[in-house]
């Protein structure tokens, strides 16, 4: 049968995308390769969030296609994803190699068009159309990857599209309007991997606090995005919930209550603020000022002490002033993040802000980044370090990425810690004692908190 190699940039809904389309193929009895090197298909899954994703993944197709066409001549290439989905046949037109271009609301048709392809019956297929009840379609896991072992934590997708059109970001035209599934579809979903040993569950969504917005009316106060985390709660066996990425604008009362209600709904939250300034939030069109990002802040802190706090933050925004940029700056240190990634401002084609007068000069851009990473650098540092000494409950996951004679968990606050174990304490929840901290990583041992 045949082999495939997919490889993903950009966010969590990529990467579960991704996942989605590999256990398609799986199902159809392709094998997943472990490189371009050896798969008779090459699948980019692209991100269009930045120009940066974009070269990155047209920079990668390139040299995957001149070697392959060397060593591997009946190779098949596709792009998937965001990228596909802007730029469509563009893409052939440009890489004339390109076998497959398939767009953001046609995952589920991967399978079929790569059976076509490989069978000789269509020679290329650009397929960006939209499709109803598509965001019902990316439902299929593969729990057990290439991994030796069961995976413990999972994703789940509960929506596509984003309606917010942040004057900055390409999302809304490479994912389309918000469409939201089924509660009822999506517990089930969740179900089955309880079943199947997963005992935490990111729900996922572009803005995923939108979950529902026009098709589930508000019950008792309770928006559709909180009546979706009360459904999941009460499944048995599930230990922990999480969800990537929400709005500030989706943190009411009744989301802040929710944390205070419902213990399986850690205390993690990751709020993108964007900026520290009113006039460039403005200008962003976030629909938030920085008073009531604050607020969103001190009520959740109320509600969960010791919650986690990450943001998403852009630098050098279409007319951002120096005093813009001292209010952003400002305002991480006064709510003291976690940690939050930083973005320098990318230029995206035909939104609002690509056409604001102002833009500013890579170099201001550059300062001001590396201004604000010190800055967050320096309060996660701090942060962590307040973890030294504590007692701290994780989920393990599984061997750490970098050293695999250590085991990596993640505290109910989001945090990694590594310790020395084996895959015996795979999924297990575990009382760790943190014994020192590395980069925005915490290092513990379970022997002490054991004895
Ligand atoms: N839910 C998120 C929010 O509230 O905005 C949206 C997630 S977005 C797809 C991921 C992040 O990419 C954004 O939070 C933003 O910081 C960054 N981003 C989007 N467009 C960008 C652009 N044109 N330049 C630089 N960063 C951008």
Redesign the pocket.
Known sequence: MPSVYIKTYG?Q?NERDSEAVAAQLVAKGYTLAASEHVADVVLLNTCS??DNAEQTALNKMTSVIGLGRKERPGQIYGFMGCMAQSRGKELIDRLPDIDLVLGTQKFHRAAEYLDDLLAGKRDKIVDTAEEQGSEGTIREHLLNGNAKEKSVTAFVSIMQG?N?Y?T????PYTRGEERSRTISDIVAECRQLILQGVREITLLG???TSFGKRDIPLRDGKSAFVQLIEAVHEIEGLERIRF?????KGYGDDLVEAYARLPKLVESAH??V?SGSDRVLKLMH?GYTRERYVEIIRKLRAARPGIGITS???VGFPGETEADFEETLSLCREVEFDNA?L??????KD?P?AAMPDQLPEEVIEERHARLLELINEIGKRKYETFVGRKVQILVEGESRRNSARMSGRTRCNKIVLFDGGERHRGELMDLKVTRTGSFTLYGDPAIVNL
């Open positions: 966010c809904m969030v930045r984003c917010q942040c900055f970001c390409i999302v572009q803005i995923v990537t990425s929400p709005h500030p709020l993108p964007q976030r998403d933050i852009i990634y973005f320098k401002y990318s230029q995206r939104t802000a």
